[in-house]
């Protein structure tokens, strides 16, 4: 069976539930328009004041595709990323583990968000131990036997309800589900393949 998956920046878990599930061929879009407020350039984290939307800026004109966005650098949002990362994980028990991994993402620079954005899918592969194949889409696939493109909303909770795992700022802001992967793996380490899987 396959599955087609538009590429994130450091997916919520629920994708990572359909990427990961067994005897389906994933294929992840790069041809469709690049569309506005979605986790394609975007990726949500536990703060100390809540959720918190880390947003990659992008050069856009007009209709482009996902192959062809570029990311700008007027700005130094790598800096400002990885400051906020750092911030919301250091003291939770796995940051210290990835901590190397996860900053060699943000200290040299990636003209395309497909490239950098499939560099951070292949780090979290890499520290969950998982060999996960995927392929990119050749073309813009008009269907699919199980089309995910439009399914992960960057604006609203998802439907489906996450059990409860600790977080760092859990005590204080309650439990918040369906954030950035970086939140599993900072804060279950190793078990957050198990995680995902039973979802």
């Known amino acids: 069976m396959e599955i087609l998956l538009p590429i994130f920046y450091f997916p919520p878990i629920s994708w990572f539930a359909e990427f990961l599930k067994s005897d389906i061929e994933v294929t992840l879009e790069q041809f469709e328009h690049f569309p506005k407020q979605t986790y394609r350039n975007r990726t949500n984290i536990y703060a100390a004041n809540g959720r918190l939307s880390l947003i990659i800026p992008v050069r856009h004109f007009g209709k482009?595709?996902?192959?062809?966005?570029?990311?700008?650098?007027?700005?130094?949002?790598?800096?400002?990323?990885?400051?906020?990362?750092?911030?919301?994980?250091?003291?939770?028990?796995?940051?210290?583990?990835?901590?190397?991994?996860?900053?060699?993402?943000?200290?040299?620079?990636?003209?395309?968000?497909?490239?950098?954005?499939?560099?951070?899918?292949?780090?979290?592969?890499?520290?969950?131990?998982?060999?996960?194949?995927?392929?990119?889409?050749?073309?813009?696939?008009?269907?699919?036997?199980?089309?995910?493109?439009?399914?992960?909303?960057?604006?609203?909770?998802?439907?489906?309800?996450?059990p409860d795992y600790y977080q760092s700022f859990s005590d204080k802001g309650g439990f918040i589900q369906d954030l950035s992967v970086l939140d599993l793996i900072c804060n279950l380490g190793p078990e957050s393949r198990a995680y995902i899987y039973n979802l």
């Open 64 to 162: 482009t595709a996902m192959k062809d966005m570029e990311i700008s650098y007027a700005e130094d949002w790598q800096k400002q990323h990885w400051r906020s990362i750092k911030s919301a994980y250091q003291a939770s028990p796995y940051f210290e583990y990835y901590e190397f991994k996860l900053q060699k993402l943000y200290e040299e620079k990636t003209t395309s968000l497909v490239e950098f954005n499939l560099k951070c899918l292949k780090t979290i592969l890499d520290i969950l131990k998982l060999d996960q194949d995927f392929k990119l889409s050749e073309e813009y696939v008009v269907e699919s036997e199980i089309d995910f493109r439009n399914h992960f909303s960057a604006k609203k909770v998802a439907d489906k309800v996450f």
